[in-house]
């Protein structure tokens, strides 16, 4: 099976990051996996069997998702958009995928709508066509009109086979955050969540005992990294790390570092061991995106959570609500963030009984491998 995988991370890495845990299932069962990556480079992010194609590269400009820019910091123009869409459609000539995934298009990325349409025209046209599916989180931006839900449906019954949900049902709907009609839902795969193998230990032992934080693999999370450097003297006895992401992430931390004194901080670029990382940790302070909610469940760490809520973002705020009704998990409000407030939190969820390692429930890219290998099975029985 040839799986071609299409996605633009704007803000941090979290799409990418699932869209590589997501490749690298097919690739270990033996399939050819083509991702096509629309943001900046992340060169931390593992892509172990997977072969890479990068489009000229976007952002988005902060929280605004209509303003996309280059890695020069200047904003994309026609040529550029028209230059991405010619390199996405020969990509899917060249390589002839059996499967095209494409990761949150239609449900979101409108403003890249027109490369992705051409993308899927030229799916349709291929012969014998390619099964065509969705891949989403387990929570989306709810739309801001009801047009807009009612044209996504609209894509996906006629260019689309279905959509894979990145969740348990029974523990978070998609209706959660998106209305899903009953034309909708007959075209929804629920897969699981999909997250790499629970971390092992640190073999070296880095982060043991330390308050850990992070904001992800993008240029965010100035707020959190402030905070911290304010709380560490707060808690004396514990070493702060903070994993700072972003392209620009030296500077960041040259910045940062001028605000840290004598306070037990150590400030670091993002790291790929990280995962390692956190089963030593005492605590973990930050944002509550998909990947990082699986890695803190499957870890056991006790950790506050500090939402990214810029503009009009209720993705994270609704899932660190769920997933604070366990033990050893409080959620922080950004509006509420201050050095004094966060040092009480980590304080909180170190007092806090401990909380089982979540075991179950992970596997949805396996799942997900299965699910595709029926709908093609079936695609060819057609």
């Known amino acids: 099976m040839r799986v071609m995988i299409v996605v633009t991370h704007l803000l941090g890495t979290g799409h990418l990051s699932r869209a590589l845990t997501l490749g690298r299932a097919f690739a270990a069962e033996g399939h050819k996996v083509l991702l096509v990556s629309g943001g900046m480079p992340a060169p931390q992010l593992d892509h172990t069997g997977i072969d890479l194609l990068g489009l000229p590269p976007l952002r988005s400009d902060g929280t605004n998702f209509t303003r996309l820019l280059t890695q020069t910091d200047e904003v994309a123009d026609a040529a550029y958009f028209d230059a991405r869409k010619v390199a996405l459609t020969e990509a899917l000539r060249s390589f002839a995928p059996d499967v ?103 073999p070296e032992g880095i982060g043991k005992g330390e308050i850990l934080v992070s904001a992800g693999g993008g240029s965010v999370g100035e707020p959190i990294f402030q905070a911290a450097i304010e709380a560490a003297p707060k808690m004396p006895n514990r070493r702060w790390r903070l994993l700072v992401g972003g392209l620009d992430s030296a500077a960041r931390i040259e910045r940062l570092t001028a605000g840290v004194g004598d306070a037990p901080v150590t400030l670091e670029p993002v790291r790929p061991d990280f995962r390692q990382m ?30 990214f809520d810029d503009g009009s973002e209720v993705e994270q705020t609704l899932r660190g609500q769920s997933l604070s009704k366990l033990s050893a998990i409080d959620v922080l409000p950004s509006d509420q963030l201050t050095g004094e407030t966060l040092a009480k939190a980590v304080e909180a969820v170190l007092a806090a009984p401990a909380r089982p390692i979540a075991g179950q429930g992970f596997d949805g890219a396996a799942k997900s491998v299965e699910i595709v290998q029926s709908l093609l099975d079936h695609a060819h029985d057609r």
């Open 278 to 307: 956190l089963p030593l940790a005492a605590a973990s302070v930050s944002m509550c995106g998909y990947n990082t909610a699986l890695d803190i469940l499957q870890s056991g760490v006790p950790s506050v959570f500090i939402p």
């Open 100 to 202: 095209l995934i494409t990761e949150l298009y239609p449900f979101g990325r409108r403003s890249l709508a027109d490369e992705f349409d051409a993308l899927l025209d030229a799916a349709h046209a291929q012969h014998p066509r390619p099964v065509i599916l969705g891949s989403v989180r387990d929570i989306l931006a709810p739309p801001s009109k009801p047009a807009k839900a009612q044209r996504t449906v609209e894509i996906i019954l006629d260019l689309f086979d279905g959509v894979l949900v990145h969740s348990d049902q029974n523990m978070i709907p998609l209706d959660v955050s998106w209305p899903v009609s009953e034309r909708l839902a007959h075209r929804l795969f629920y897969t699981g969540f999909v997250a790499p193998t629970a971390p092992t230990p640190h």
